[in-house]
């Protein structure tokens, strides 16, 4: 099995920090191993729990300070000149994707995501790829955005539905049941999309799926 994902957990609102850890706490892939505020001492937070990624959650309202005189989540953010690690920054809309994509941060997704769906995507984003939730449409935060992956041969339909089982981390017996098919028949379709996909394992296919567009994260 892989390693763990390690994770920070970073948001001005403490009740929302103990609420996405809680929120993941039951997921496979990652572990949580800290959670900070989005103020003047995050980067000696970062330093000291040396996470592979980062989950920024921006609250309600990006543009309110948390505290009177202070900056806004969605200003601490802006005003990293380069995130030192990959960050998935939660969205409660999509009005302020462009100012987090010009402040380099490449994973968005909106604040009711999935547990699985936010674990995919910080695997995503520590392995160096983009990832944005389907309403924000690429032209609507960088035009011209494209994946320089290449797919070895195009999946079936039965294939992609498959994929999709995968992406939300269901095991053979549950795609089985899902998609009325024996678990031998998930096997035969799971070794043809890591196969297509030149992937050594799911995680890696359902990466590699999300930055080909195959699927949605």
């Known amino acids: 099995m892989p390693p763990e994902l390690r994770i920070v957990i970073i948001a001005d609102d403490p009740l929302a920090r103990m609420g996405l850890a809680a929120h993941l706490a039951g997921e496979p892939g990652c572990q949580v191993i800290g959670q900070a505020p989005a103020d003047g001492e995050l980067a000696l937070a970062l330093a000291v729990y040396r996470p592979d990624a ?51 941060v490449r994973s968005l997704l909106f604040r009711d995501a999935a547990p699985a769906v936010i674990v995919a995507a910080l695997a995503a984003a520590a392995a160096g790829l983009v990832v944005l939730d389907p309403a924000l449409a690429p032209a609507r935060v960088v035009p011209g955005e494209r994946s320089h992956v290449a797919l070895l041969e195009e999946l079936t339909p039965r294939e992609l539905d498959v994929l999709r089982c995968l992406a939300e981390g269901l095991p053979n017996k549950e ?17 043809a999309i890591l196969s297509k996909l030149g992937a050594q394992g799911r995680t890696e296919a359902v990466v590699r799926a999300t930055r080909l567009g195959l699927i949605n994260l």
């Open 54 to 104: 980062a989950l920024w959650d921006l609250g309600w309202d990006p543009q309110r300070p948390a505290l009177p005189g202070g900056k806004s989540a969605l200003e601490q953010l802006t005003d990293l000149e380069r995130p030192q690690i990959p960050i998935v920054a939660l969205l409660p809309d999509a009005t302020h994707a462009p100012a987090l994509w010009a402040a380099a």
């Open 175 to 191: 795609i089985a049941r899902q998609l009325a098919i024996s678990e031998h028949t998930v096997k035969f379709h799971v070794n």
